[in-house]
């Protein structure tokens, strides 16, 4: 079991950046799969980006491509996700979510954090 805490949202202009962290305890954090999700009003929660164990593969979703970096500290037990070129389009609920398979899709995660605010005014 791991229990994981998101941080770092707010609201921001468009063009600007934000910073999510996402802080793991329970277990040993070097051994899952890190994705993030998020969620806007009314609409499914959708895949964002993931990292594997040791960081050396990221995937992204088309939308976030070119403007979000996942990264990830396994000392610090802590995933990050960085956002640059923030839009209206981007305003949901992020959520990061651990599992130990090799897969990105949202079910396939068992794990989730209470999911962070991001709200980016025009």
């Known amino acids: 079991q791991v229990q994981l805490v998101e941080s770092g949202g707010g609201l921001v202009q468009v063009g600007g950046s934000l910073r999510l962290s996402c802080t793991a305890s329970?277990?040993?954090?070097?051994?899952?799969?890190m994705g993030w999700f998020r969620q806007a009003p009314g609409k499914e929660r959708e895949f964002v980006g993931a990292?594997?164990?040791?960081?050396?593969?990221?995937y992204y979703a088309d939308s976030v491509k070119g403007r979000f970096t996942i990264s990830r500290d396994n000392a610090k037990n802590t995933c990050y996700l960085q956002m640059n070129s923030l839009t209206p389009e981007d305003t949901a609920v992020y959520y990061c979510a651990a599992q130990d398979g090799p897969t990105y899709r949202l079910g396939d995660f068992p794990y989730w954090g209470q999911g962070t605010q991001v709200t980016v005014s025009s």
């Open positions: 990292i594997t164990w040791t960081g050396g593969r990221t």
């Open positions: 329970g277990h040993t954090f070097s051994r899952y799969v």
